[in-house]
Nanobody
Framework: QVRLTESGGGLVQAGGSLRLSCAAS????????VGWFRQAPGKEREFVVG??????????GDSESVKGRFTISRDNAKNTVYLYMNNLKPNDTAIYYC?????????????????WGQGTQVTVSS
């Protein structure tokens, strides 16, 4: 069973950048699909971007606003997945969660992921 820990959140001004980390322990990390979700106050948790198991294939969620600004990468040697966020906007403010599962396809819905981190707060000021 894999355990996930997010870090790297914080307060940043609009236009700034952050790198979030999702560190995994337990399990064979490269066999997990890993996704980043975010949940803003009063809103549903939404899938932002994910990376397939055993690959660098990326999947983006439905939010057009993050495409071109956010990207994901994984470092299996460090058991870590990163979310790079550039040109941050106030509506990117949310708690960001990483999640993992071992399905043979890349899940994009909250219910499909088996393992979750505790989340890290990202606040973007205008």
């Amino acid at each position: 069973q894999v355990r996930l820990t997010e870090s790297g959140g914080g307060l940043v001004q609009a236009g700034g950048s952050l790198r979030l980390s999702c560190a995994a322990s337990g399990g064979t990390f490269r066999t997990y699909n890993v996704g980043w979700f975010r949940q803003a106050p009063g809103k549903e948790r939404e899938f932002v971007v994910g990376v397939r198991q055993n690959s660098e294939i990326k999947y983006y969620g439905d939010s057009e606003s993050v495409k071109g600004r956010f990207t994901i990468s994984r470092d299996n040697a460090k058991n870590t997945v990163y979310l790079y966020m550039n040109n941050l906007k106030p509506n990117d403010t949310a708690i960001y969660y990483c999640a993992a599962d071992e399905s043979l396809y890349m899940p994009q819905y909250r219910s499909e992921f088996d393992y979750w981190g505790q989340g890290t707060q990202v606040t973007v000021s205008s």
